[in-house]
Nanobody
Framework: QVQPVESGGGLVQAGGSLRLSCVASRSILSSTTMAWYRQAPGKQRELVASRAGATIAGGLDTKYSEFAKGRFTISLDKPNRTVFLQMNSLKPEDTGLYYC?????????WGQGTQVTVSS
């Protein structure tokens, strides 16, 4: 396995929740950054949330885009090389292909994506 593998996408009604999972290609080190991006049809890929492999005081190890704050939560399960994205209060505009990114130094490894569709 040379790329992360996402799962957990699906079809959900507005207001519902989904939990995405991404298994990294290898151990998540303190220097590794795991992130979720998304791409809606006809739009550019955008950052959803990122999480550093190291725990940093003050929550500086985690970053959210404005649209994700208060609704989405990114978390790590390092022993299982997995990063999660818990998405609550989903909206139709959250529809898109969600990608996992594994960043190790100057190298980036992208998953193939998992589709999230939110119906109104």
């Amino acid at each position: 396995q040379v790329q992360p593998v996402e799962s957990g996408g699906g079809l959900v009604q507005a207001g519902g929740s989904l939990r995405l999972s991404c298994v990294a290609s290898r151990s998540i080190l303190s220097s590794t950054t795991m992130a979720w991006y998304r791409q809606a049809p006809g739009k550019q890929r955008e950052l959803v949330a990122s999480r550093a492999g190291a725990t940093i005081a003050g929550g500086l190890d985690t970053k959210y885009s404005e649209f994700a704050k208060g609704r989405f939560t990114i978390s790590l399960d390092k022993p299982n090389r997995t990063v999660f994205l818990q998405m609550n209060s989903l909206k139709p505009e959250d529809t898109g292909l969600y990608y996992c990114l594994e960043r190790r130094g100057s190298y980036e490894y992208w998953g193939q994506g998992t589709q999230v569709t939110v119906s109104s």
